[in-house]
């Protein structure tokens, strides 16, 4: 599939690329169905569509953005559906006030959770720029809600010495206070939604003690979306972009143990045999969502594009992409003040 992708990059880079393209009629997402909503929220704002230079995208109004297998979800997004977010904010506003609560939502969800951030003063983060994010919301409120995934949500606070019993999990499906009780809310700075991604979550503490005792002088690296059991053990913990560059950086003869998507694990493997890349678990963990997008979905799709008639088109509503793009430019703005 990357062999025939005009960009390439992280879910938000690709999105922001994909905005910055002045002459184009279509995307063509090949990832899944959050990050196909999110490159329609930017590419479709009304200055990027007057920007445009291609004639199909300014009679028609907007970019079509496409994603070639519509059952290509993200089951850490699927964990936090908008209905139970609202349910969550007014049962918080029963004991605290959600005026000293900053919500922020991973990347990796819905365009409705990114508008409900951009509603109510929160902001949007990506596994590089959440340190940044968090500390900005801090700046502003007490507390932070942090959705979808608590794994996401832990380890950055952790970093930044918050301490484990001032955060709480919201679980979604207790009837009252996400299972906890009120002192625990109103001791906490960080209510974690009970999500996580279901890849990054296979990996385990006993992992990173098998490969050290089998790989000698093996560097871990890892995902900030496994568990903190898992990045307490580890070398280094860091987004998708960060883990290329380590490797890119590491001198030959290099040994590492990733823990992050299996595909990328083995792209990496193949790109630099100067190295040894073994993947952390001893047992498959890939996005199979992601892994629909193949090959015969993308011919698929380009054809009913190139025919004019394109399928499984992402159109994000009007008033929800206003809002996710209010909590999207918090964001661009909080990731260039930061220090890198
Ligand atoms: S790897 Fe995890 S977070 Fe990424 S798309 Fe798959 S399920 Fe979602």
Same mark, same amino acid.
């Given at each position: 599939?990357?062999a025939?992708?005009?960009?390439?990059?992280?879910?938000?880079?690709l999105?922001?690329?994909?905005? $910055?393209?002045?002459?184009?009629?279509?995307?063509?997402?090949?990832?899944?169905?959050?990050?196909?909503?999110?490159?329609d929220?930017?590419?479709?704002?009304?200055?990027?569509?007057?920007?445009?230079?291609?004639?199909?995208?300014?009679?028609?109004?907007?970019v079509?953005?496409v994603?070639?297998?519509?059952?290509?979800?993200?089951?850490?997004?699927?964990?936090?559906?908008? $209905?139970?977010?609202?349910?969550?904010?007014?049962?918080?506003?029963?004991?605290?006030?959600?005026?000293?609560?900053t919500?922020v939502?991973?990347?990796?969800?819905?365009?409705?959770?990114?508008?409900?951030?951009?509603?109510h003063?929160?902001?949007?983060?990506?596994?590089?720029?959440?340190r940044?994010?968090?500390?900005?919301?801090?700046?502003?409120?007490?507390?932070?809600?942090?959705?979808?995934?608590?794994?996401?949500?832990?380890?950055?606070?952790?970093?930044?010495?918050?301490?484990?019993?001032?955060?709480c999990?919201?679980?979604?499906?207790?009837?009252?206070?996400?299972?906890?009780d009120?002192?625990?809310?109103?001791?906490s700075?960080?209510?974690?939604w009970?999500?996580?991604?279901?890849?990054?979550?296979?990996?385990?503490p006993?992992?990173?003690?098998?490969?050290?005792?089998?790989?000698?002088?093996?560097?871990?690296?890892?995902?900030?979306?496994?568990?903190?059991?898992?990045?307490?053990?580890?070398?280094?913990?860091?987004s998708?972009?960060?883990?290329?560059?380590?490797?890119?950086?590491?001198?030959?003869?290099?040994?590492?143990?990733?823990?992050?998507?299996?595909?990328?694990?083995?792209?990496?493997?193949?790109?630099?045999?100067?190295?040894?890349?073994?993947?952390?678990?001893?047992?498959?963990?890939?996005?199979?969502?992601?892994?629909?997008?193949?090959?015969?979905?993308?011919?698929?799709?380009?054809?009913?594009?190139?025919?004019?008639?394109?399928?499984?088109?992402?159109?994000?509503?009007?008033?929800?992409?206003?809002?996710?793009?209010?909590?999207? $430019?918090?964001?661009?703005a909080?990731?260039?003040?930061?220090?890198?």
């Open positions: 599939m990357i025939h992708a005009d960009l390439q990059g992280d879910s938000y880079q999105s922001k690329s994909a905005a $910055e393209r002045e002459a184009c009629e279509a995307i063509v997402f090949c990832g899944v169905h959050f990050m196909a909503e999110t490159a929220i930017l590419v479709n704002r009304p200055e990027k569509v007057a920007a445009q230079v291609s004639a199909a995208a300014r009679a028609a109004g907007r079509t953005v994603l070639p297998d519509m059952a290509a979800g993200c089951s850490m997004a699927d964990m936090a559906a908008i $209905e139970q977010v609202e349910d969550a904010w007014a049962d918080l506003g029963s004991v605290i006030d959600t005026s000293d609560i919500p939502t991973y990347i990796n969800s819905a365009a409705s959770l990114k508008a409900f951030c951009g509603r003063g929160g902001i949007v983060c990506t596994s590089s720029n959440a940044a994010v968090l500390d900005w919301a801090f700046a502003k409120t007490k507390r932070v809600l942090f959705f979808p995934d608590q794994h996401l949500g832990r380890n950055t606070a952790r970093k930044m010495g918050i301490p484990l019993d001032e955060m999990v919201w679980s979604p499906h207790e009837p009252r206070l996400g299972g906890n009120a002192r625990q809310i109103e001791k700075r960080v209510i974690l009970q999500g996580h991604c279901s890849v990054h979550a296979m990996f385990r006993e992992h990173v003690d098998a490969v050290r005792a089998n790989l000698p002088g093996v560097k871990v690296l890892v995902h900030p979306e496994c568990p903190m059991e898992v990045v307490d053990k580890a070398d280094l913990a860091g998708t972009s960060f883990i290329i560059k380590q490797v890119e950086a590491a001198p030959p003869g290099t040994t590492w143990a990733i823990g992050t998507e299996l595909h990328l694990v083995k792209r990496l493997e193949q790109q630099h045999p100067e190295q040894t890349i073994r993947f952390l678990s001893p047992v498959v963990c890939m996005c199979a969502t992601m892994y629909r997008i193949d090959l015969a979905h993308l011919c698929w799709s380009l054809e009913h594009v190139e025919a004019g008639n394109p399928v499984n088109v992402i159109r994000v509503d009007d008033e929800t992409a206003k809002w996710a793009v209010t909590a999207l $430019e918090r964001m661009l909080v990731s260039e003040t930061a220090p890198r």
